[in-house]
């Protein structure tokens, strides 16, 4: 197959946010995550946990709690301020101070009729979900010391809420605390803090379960108010508490970084009918404290200060071993920060509050395989540019010839000239962009820099036509199909002609540019397309699905390949249906247009179509094999799938005009590193 | 090493009118390792389970029958083979009550032996020459069976050996004072005829052994004169090769037998190093004592002290059948304490002298001249036999005479290091009698096999590193150092502190080169110290202040150990995360795909 110069790039210093909260809707399978920096993730659990949505985060807005009211998504932070989710325009719909300062907690009932939160003033408030928004309905007692932690009974009518040193119960219809729970302080010096009560579950059979800061967790009968145990699971804080659907099981999140289950059953096989709450299980795959927790259908959903989220199956639920049965850890987004000027040698990273431009280094001379080059010239940061206002960065792009530059928050679009000459770079912001440029979702420029293309709400596309002298709107591609989701894909042709477009709903569009209209429509897959791409020579459009599955199209004759078709009859290995991360990137070798290119986390892969399919008893990883073989061996060997580990921690793969690749790459160590101690340093073999 | 353990009995034996003759005809396994197939010489056939030594099963002919073969387990059929009066063959299986009804068919020759093993099919061979898969012939029981040996020539000895897809029946006939051997290749069948070397006594073979190693057949035979040979035959066979070749033979171990002969002895190889020699009577014991001991051939040196099978050896002697498991380890130095009922004699190597030498009669400067001229030769196999008869002479004269102690042509001697104390047990106690600390030093140096009683005369004579650093066997060192006096105790208790103080002080500056005790040496003879004398050391005033010393020590160096235990189990994380290559933020690489 050949030789690639590769260069490794380590320097894009991308820093994940800790995980705040969690909230898993059962329903639609989607899990709303809140990170530290006020951003939200919409992963969809029917989807191999595929990233779906980011709603990116602003500096002012703090998550301490996200809830599902149907399909709506709430969060309440310690801003004072309740907020909820445009999840087709991925920005906040609506704000609400609740004048209670700090809120700490909410939820909402079971007939999803009401939330409560929790304030810092000591007030449980009461808001009545409307159509629309929603509305102050009252507060309950009011109680000295501020509301940490709440749950509601399934009736909906008692509340249990953590505070300082005790659990109150509260009768909702009066808003009457019936019930004071006093929590116990922690042991020896921490006898004279506060024991915060972080988490409450409110079981049916009115069974109060209760983690707090000395570590312990608690069993109580809600009617009368008694203590049924005490379960002393760490020296330091259990933070959070989920129960399981059937409320058979209650899982627990440590400081630590432990996640230890407790399960409803009886100590023995004789008493079957006396059963009580029995820690059972340990898990410990954090390392920092675990902030949030869902128990779902058939696994432990955690996340927490050390940023990964952790999809930990429950064996006992699976007949099989397969992909769905594996632990899987998400550490990096399912999108790209990082975009490549292939003819300039450029690289734009992603950061939330700001944009980096570097320029590649380069060698001299060559080597053969597993050399690494002397550097005649290092890498260079050309540029930081700052985001303006409090906004995050939500997408950004650089054009190939890396003239151009553009970001975009949720408030606005910013346009950048930018001039290398030598070692000089001039960056001019470009002024007076269309009005109806507000914000996008997704930008890209076309190949040879005169257009850009930003993804806009309800599926549309803006057109803009760039020029020296001005930046014009041009026109706003639309779906037909009517689709509200927000785009998460956009790529275009090299010879500038077709644009494609991929949206939450799966649906894939191909418009033509030039005249301006929408070619046709992809199939409808029923996995969301994790990367694209269009070929540089055929045109083909090569699609890479959640659940790995690879198809190509033929924009031209608007039907699927040859060799689409051929892949699909023969079906993909097994071990490439196993991969637990997504490929997030499809680029081609216009000198060789018979490869593809793509990359997930862990792997870099060429497919080469000239080559046979792989079958299920072909050797799928077979590059050590190839290696050992004699060039005579070697071809009846081969097939398409060429796949190099080499590289880790992948962010981003692609390939220059020289030919030379470049591989960025983010040890997950390096990010570990970054992050604060954890509360339990371990000693030397203690 | 090799090492015999406890032995216990399997069952009673019932003494034959002819007290020679083994009441036994043949212990063979079936499909559990546990289990033994004893077949006694006359009617019975019985099934033990080894290890809780009851009989599982018994089956027996009817009266005015007799057993002429021991019953085999055949491994592929799950039955039981037994020949009775010379040409009747019975299978049976387990649960199988009577042999009678069992099946049996009838053959035309008579029958030496059926042989089986695990993983092939069983043979028949019969008593003349002629082999058959025991399937062929049972299918044709009526088949024509050839005459291989000549009319004189009786089978002496046969096994089967099945290993790798290849089959082999060996036998040995004896025909007028000759012997030979034959190896007949099963699948193809091949047939080869060895002659064995005649011993100068012209005697037979007592007893032979096969096996078969690194693809080659091993045959090991004893003569009753006590040498052991062994003969190697190629397993892949020469076809086409005709006639009797004659079969190169190497002496492996030459037995102490004195002016006698062995009547009755068996010698079993247990691995390349270790033979094990059974056999009645012994010259140097009582009569009527058995022996059983393995000599490592390497060393030519006593090792433990047959019948060979799955780590254990059968042993009928007397009136019961002996179970000995054994072990055996490739460990050069390791002795092996005799323990077993039926071996107490001491076994020694002996050598024959054979012509006078000045070393019997000369002044002591003409044995030095001998002495310094044997060494020079340096024939490495010579040497080794000279060597150790000279020792023996010397220190045998020497404890005769008085007057005569050659101290440089002993510790010349020693020096070569083809001594060691089985080979002449008199040295070291010579030199201890003689006050001759440099000998007593450099044998305690050189020689692998001091026993511990030898060890502690030792000590009780001096105390030194080398005493520390002589191998031993807690179990049977303790014994013999309860003959320590009290005072020797506490002697030899703050000698191993001060050395035990000494080195971990300067760990790193011992001096290279000099020969000193580890750590771990000095403490195991601490701990054995104390097991032996503990009460008495509890109870003597005067070792009150040194123990409690010792404990306040033991107690912080135990500290310290714990310290360092958590330290390296911290730095064996260290070692296990896979050291990554110390790659820079940036770098240029070329990486090749196929």
């Known amino acids: 197959m050949g030789e690639f110069k590769v260069h490794r790039v380590r320097f894009f210093d991308y820093m994940p946010t800790a995980i705040r909260a969690m909230a898993f809707n059962a329903h639609t399978e989607r899990l709303a995550l809140g990170r530290m920096d006020g951003s939200v993730e919409i992963f969809n659990f029917a989807d191999r946990y595929f990233q779906e949505k980011v709603i990116p985060g602003k500096d002012s807005r703090s998550i301490e709690a996200l809830c599902w009211v149907g399909g709506r998504l709430f969060s309440a932070g310690l801003n004072g301020e309740i907020t909820e989710y445009d999840l087709e325009n991925l920005r906040p719909k609506y704000s609400l101070e609740a004048y209670g300062g700090p809120i700490w907690t909410i939820t909402s009932n079971s007939q999803g009729a009401h939330l409560a939160i929790g304030c810092e003033d000591g007030t449980v408030k009461l808001f009545e979900v409307l159509e629309e928004s929603i509305q102050f309905e009252r507060n309950l007692d009011r109680q000295k010391g501020r509301i940490i932690s709440l749950s509601w009974h399934p009736s909906g009518t008692q509340i249990a809420a953590g505070m300082m040193d005790m659990i109150r119960v509260f009768d909702v219809p009066t808003g009457r605390a019936v019930q004071r729970l006093l929590v116990d302080r922690g042991f020896g010096g921490s006898k004279s803090r506060e024991t915060v009560v972080w988490s409450v579950v409110f079981l049916s059979d009115y069974t109060i379960i209760s983690g707090d800061s000395a570590g312990k967790v608690q069993v109580w009968d809600g009617h009368t108010g008694t203590l049924v145990k005490t379960h002393l699971v760490t020296k330091w804080d259990v933070l959070a508490l989920s129960v399981s659907k059937d409320e058979s099981s209650v899982v627990v999140g440590t400081s630590e970084g432990t996640v230890i289950q407790f399960q409803f059953i009886a100590p023995t096989l004789q008493q079957q009918q006396d059963k009580e709450w029995v820690r059972t299980r340990t898990f410990k795959n954090h390392t920092h404290d675990v902030r949030a927790l869902a128990e779902i259908e058939t696994a432990i959903v955690s996340g927490g200060m050390d940023t990964q989220l952790v999809v930990r199956p429950l064996l006992e639920k699976f007949d099989e071993r397969s992909h769905a049965s594996a632990l899987r850890k998400i550490q990096f987004p399912h999108r790209n920060l990082v975009f490549c000027a292939k003819k300039a040698g450029l690289l734009l990273f992603q950061f939330p509050g700001q944009l980096e431009l570097w320029r590649l280094g380069e060698s001299d001379g060559h080597g053969k395989p597993g050399d690494s080059l002397p550097l005649k010239r290092k890498p260079e940061k050309l540029l930081h540019l700052k985001r303006k206002g409090e906004d995050h960065i939500c997408c950004s792009a650089l054009s190939s010839c890396g003239g151009w530059l553009a970001y975009s928050t949720m408030s606005s679009v910013r346009l950048y000239r930018l001039q290398t000459d030598n070692n000089d770079i001039s960056i001019s912001k470009v002024p007076k962009l269309p009005k109806i440029l507000r914000s996008a979702h997704q930008l890209c420029f076309s190949s040879d820099s005169s257009k850009l293309f930003a993804a806009s709400s309800q599926s549309s596309v803006l057109v803009i036509a760039l020029s020296q002298s001005e930046c014009k709107y041009v026109h706003t591609l639309k779906p037909k199909s009517g689709s509200r989701q927000p785009i998460h894909l956009m790529t275009n042709s090299v010879d500038g002609k077709w644009l494609a477009t991929a949206n939450s709903d799966c649906e894939i569009h191909v418009y033509n540019v030039q005249k301006l209209k929408l070619h046709c429509i992809v199939p409808v897959y029923g996995s969301c397309p994790s990367a694209m791409g269009i070929h540089p020579t055929t045109n083909n459009l090569t699609m890479v699905h959640a659940d790995q599955q690879i198809f190509e199209y033929s924009i031209v004759e608007k039907q699927y390949t040859d060799w689409s078709r051929k892949l699909q009859k023969q079906g993909l290995h097994n071990l490439w249906l196993d991969r637990d991360t997504p490929v997030t990137h499809v680029t081609f070798n216009p000198k060789n247009p018979e490869q593809i290119l793509l990359h997930d986390m862990h792997m870099f892969c060429i497919i080469d179509q000239s080559l046979p399919l792989p079958d299920q008893k072909t050797q799928f990883y077979n590059q050590m094999t190839l290696r050992s073989l004699s060039e005579q061996e070697r071809p009846s060997h081969l097939h398409a799938f060429k796949i190099c580990k080499t590289f880790q921690d992948l962010l981003s793969v692609s390939l220059l005009d020289d030919q030379s690749l470049v591989m960025v790459e983010r040890p997950l160590l390096a990010i570990t590193c970054q992050l604060p101690a954890p509360v339990r340093q371990k000693k030397f073999a203690t | ?594």
Request: net charge negative; glycine share 6%; charged share 20%.
């Open chain 2, 1 to 594: 090493m090799a090492a015999l353990y406890e032995e216990f009995t399997l069952c009673g034996l019932v003494q034959t009118q002819n007290a020679s003759d083994s009441p036994i005809q043949g212990i063979e396994r079936d499909g559990d390792s546990d289990h033994a197939v004893v077949t006694d010489s006359t009617r019975s056939v019985t099934l033990y389970k080894v290890s809780d030594q009851k009989p599982l099963g018994s089956w027996t002919v009817k009266q005015g029958q007799l057993l002429t073969c021991p019953a085999v387990f055949n491994f592929q059929t799950k039955e039981y083979v037994v020949v009775s009066d010379n040409k009747v063959i019975r299978v049976w299986k387990d649960e199988d009550l009577n042999l009678d009804k069992a099946f049996k068919a009838t053959v035309t020759a008579d029958v030496w032996r059926v042989h089986s093993a695990p993983g092939g099919e069983p043979v028949v061979l019969f008593q003349r020459g002629a082999v058959r898969f025991l399937d062929s012939l049972l299918s044709a029981p009526q088949q024509p069976i050839e005459d291989v040996l000549s009319e004189e020539e009786v089978i002496r000895w046969s096994t089967n050996i099945v290993a790798e897809e290849q089959h082999f029946v060996l036998f040995t006939t004896e025909q007028k004072g000759e012997c030979c051997l034959y190896v007949q290749r099963l699948n193809p069948n091949t047939l080869q005829k060895y002659r064995l070397e005649r011993e100068d006594s012209g005697a037979s073979p007592l007893s032979f052994s096969a096996s078969l190693r690194d693809k080659h057949l091993n045959l090991l035979y004893l003569y009753p004169n006590g040498c052991v040979y062994q003969s190697v035959v190629a397993a892949r066979g020469y076809v086409g090769l005709e006639g009797v070749q004659a079969l190169p033979r190497s002496l492996r171990l030459r037995l102490a037998v004195g002016e006698g002969e062995l009547g009755a002895a068996s010698a079993v190889a247990l691995d390349e190093a270790h033979v094990a020699v059974v056999g009645v009577p012994h010259p140097s014991a009582r009569t009527g004592k058995d022996f059983l001991c393995i000599w490592n051939t390497n060393f030519q040196t006593l090792q433990a002290g047959i019948l060979r099978n799955w780590r254990k050896l059968f042993v009928p002697h007397g009136k019961a059948l002996s179970v000995i498991p054994y072990d055996c380890q490739n460990h050069p130095s390791g002795r092996i304490s005799i323990k077993c009922n039926c071996s107490q004699g001491n076994v020694k190597l002996g050598v024959n002298c054979v012509q006078p030498q000045p070393h019997q009669t000369g002044p002591v400067d003409e044995v030095q001249r001998e002495v310094e001229a044997l060494v020079s030769r340096g024939d490495a196999q010579d040497l080794q036999l000279s060597v150790g008869q000279l020792a023996c002479h010397l220190v045998a004269r020497s404890q005769a005479e008085t007057a005569f102690y050659t101290p440089v042509a002993l510790a010349q001697l020693v020096q070569t290091q083809f001594l060691c104390h089985s080979v002449c047990p008199g040295l070291l106690l010579l030199s201890l009698e003689h006050k001759d600390y440099f000998l007593c030093q450099l044998c305690l140096q050189l020689f692998p096999d001091i026993p511990e009683v030898v060890t502690c005369a030792c000590l009780k004579t001096f105390i030194s590193n080398e005493v520390l650093q002589t191998p031993y066997s807690d179990n049977f060192l303790l014994p013999h150092l309860k003959d320590l006096d009290t005072q020797q105790v506490i002697l030899f208790l703050q000698y191993l502190q001060f050395v035990y103080l000494k080195y971990s002080q300067d760990v790193y500056t011992q001096t290279p080169g000099l020969r000193s005790p580890t750590m771990t040496q000095i403490i195991d003879w601490v701990c054995l110290l104390l097991d032996a004398h503990f009460t008495v050391l509890v109870m003597a005033p005067d070792a009150k202040g040194l123990l409690s010393n010792l404990q306040s020590f033991v107690k912080s160096q135990v500290k310290l150990f714990s310290e360092l235990g958590k330290i390296e189990s911290s730095l064996q994380e260290l070692h296990k995360m896979k050291l990554s290559k110390d790659i820079s933020q940036y770098s240029i690489e070329v990486i090749e795909l196929f």
